[in-house]
Each structure stands twice: as C-alpha cells, then as structure tokens.
C-alpha cells in the first residue's frame, strides 16, 4: 500500500482553478462522445430541461441538441433526482451505481420535510401505493399526488408527493418537446425503465472518487457541498494514501486523484456561455476557484437561483439572458466589469452560436453587451 501522502506546497487560485476548468471539460472543447462527457463531469444540473444541452454545448466539439435527446429516448441517460435531493442528467449506468450511495441524502431531507408536515405519514405504504400507481405507466407529480390523496385524504398530499419523490428511485420519461421534457414532466420507476435492478450501494467511496475526478482537488467539505452526504471525513481518511493530498490558496487541506489533471495556472481559458445552475458553480463549499466573493449576489440571487453566466479568462465574469419578441431573439450580456475588447469579441461570437442553438425557430437574432454592473 502506498504510504500515508504529505501536504505538498499551497495551490494558487489560478492553478486550483485550471485543474477544476479541466475536469469540467471547460479548457476546450473535447471531441468525445455526449454520453462520455456526462460521465466525465459527474451528471448535468438538470433542475429545468434545457441547461444540460447548454453544458453540453459549452463541452463537446460538435454538439447537437438530438444527440442529447437520443441519449434520453434510448434510455442511455436519465434525468433524476440524484446529488443534494436535487435534478441531474446523469448516465443510465452512473444512475445505477450512484443513486444507491445517495440514498442517506434523500431520506434525510423526506425527514425534515416531513417533520414540519405530515410527521406521521405512514411513508412505506405511500411508497407502495405509488409504486403500484406507477406500474401503470409514467405520470406527473400532480397525478400521483391526486391518486394518493383519494387514497388517504387526510394526509398533507405535498408531503406525500415529497416522500415519493425522495424515497422511491424515479426516472423522468422523455418525449418529443425540444428539451426532452415538458415543464410538468412524467415519472416512471428507474428499475422497470431501465430494466435491471438497482446496484446495492457499497457506501460513498465510488462517489468520492468520481467528484475528484470531475472536480478536484477539494475538501472534504467540497465533497459533502456536492453530493449532499454528511460525515465523509473518516471515508476521506481511509483513502488517504491512495490520494494526492496538497493545500488550497486558503490553507485548507485538499484531496485529489494522484493522475488526475492539474495545468499550469497560466493555461489559457477560452470565454465560455455556461446554463443555469451549471456544475462549475456548484460543485464546491467555496466557490471563489469560479466566482469572486464581490460577484457573489449576481451569480446566487435570492430564490436559490442560480443566474445562467459566462467565463473569461476562467471565472465568471458576467451574467446572460434571452429575450424573445415575435420572430427576434434578444440576447444580453451584463459583464460585472469592463471587459477587454477581445473578451468582447469571443463573447460575441459565442453568444451569438447560443442564441441560435436556443431558439432555433427565431428567424432574427441579436447580441449586445449590458453597462457593467461593477
């Protein structure tokens, strides 16, 4: 067995950043397959269907939006609840192997939601009930909740919906609408949609590998940000002498896979158009490795949003959005400071393919560059 690994020299907030940029597949785009890529940077954040076709974009050198959606009807990925209770794009074989191990997560959160209502919900037989529902055929969250609230009319129906929600492993039926999935989805059982059973979970081990893998070097604290999982410190431990052990620019001991990448922190990074709720932002306990504290309100603004931005030299640098009248498709970049005129020029062009590939029936579209907020 290796022996025990020592802290090596502090990391600077560049290095710590070109190493996460290229886990993420953010340094360039990678001519790999949109099924790989999804596996390589750990599952989409999925919480609305477009984002995961926007991260894709941003990642894989000739994405197209039916490569996606293909992927989603042959059942080779899924869109679930997976990491912190919340929505991903993830892979039908990560889904198989990871949903097991974030199982304490989710019946976590069922608990304290249940606390405040229904506490006495009987949650196996909602469980039951709404798997026997399920067999059926996919339905809405609305539909399911209406089925169990005829079945128990005096419990809190949100409360059951939740329960079911956390509780029993669901997968989101696709179907023919551009993102994949209309705005009120169907749900069906993972096991029956994907045809083999659930993998015994073999404890948050695999899971810690794979988050270094697509964003490391992290703390332990970094870990339990990401997947939700609490109580990983004695995990980290145990694997130890199998990892690449250095400090952050914090001072913070930091854990990563010994041939993981880690580019000098003078490596170029092109400007990229990121989606909402994107993994780069979300990934970590702190976050300044993507997003300076001065630009924090921007990118996290009340409502547990999390603004649609793009990078320049790495960081973010600014938010976008898109504005649709009639046949003209309005794009608005607000930068949080003045940009360069190339940063403007790249940014320009990079918009101007995102406008395009997100609405495609414009038959108009345009770009322009908000007063910068700072």
Known sequence: MPSRSAATDAMSLRALNR?????????????????????????????????????????????????????????????ATMMRGTIHVVSARDYMELRPAITPVLERGMRSILRGRGAELDVDAIVRDAAAFLANGPAT???????????????????????????????????????????????TMAEAWLGRALKASSGPRALILRYLAAFGPATTSDMQTWSGLQGLAKVVEELRPELY???????????????????????????????????????????????????????????????????????????????????????????????????????????SALVRFLEEDASKFDVAFAKPKG
């Open 19 to 79: 190493a996460t940029l290229a886990r993420q597949m953010l340094l360039a785009r990678e001519k790999v397959k949109p099924l790989a890529a999804i596996e390589r940077v750990a599952g989409l954040q999925a919480q609305w269907p477009s984002p995961p076709f926007v991260g894709l974009l941003a990642r894989v050198d000739g994405f197209a939006r039916l490569d996606l959606a293909r992927l989603l009807t042959k059942r080779d990925a899924v869109r």
């Open 141 to 187: 969250f609305t539909a399911i909740r209406d089925h169990l609230a005829s079945l128990h009319p005096r419990e809190d129906e949100r409360a059951m919906g939740f329960a079911v929600r956390m509780r029993v492993p669901l997968v989101m039926a696709p179907t023919a609408a551009r993102w994949a999935f209309p705005a009120d989805a169907e749900f």
């Open 245 to 351: 052990v250095t400090r952050g620019p914090r001072g913070r001991e930091m854990f990563d896979l010994r041939g993981a990448p880690r580019p000098d922190e003078d490596a170029p990074a092109p400007v990229r158009m990121l989606p909402a709720f994107d993994n780069l932002l979300l990934g970590h306990a702190d976050r300044t490795r993507v997003v300076s504290e001065a630009h924090r309100k921007w990118v996290f603004p009340s409502g547990l949003r999390v603004e649609p931005t793009f990078l320049v030299d790495g960081f973010v640098a600014g938010t976008w959005r898109i504005e649709r009248k009639k046949s003209l498709a309005h794009m608005t970049l607000s930068p949080f400071a003045a940009l360069s005129k190339a940063a403007q020029r790249d940014l320009a062009a990079e918009a």
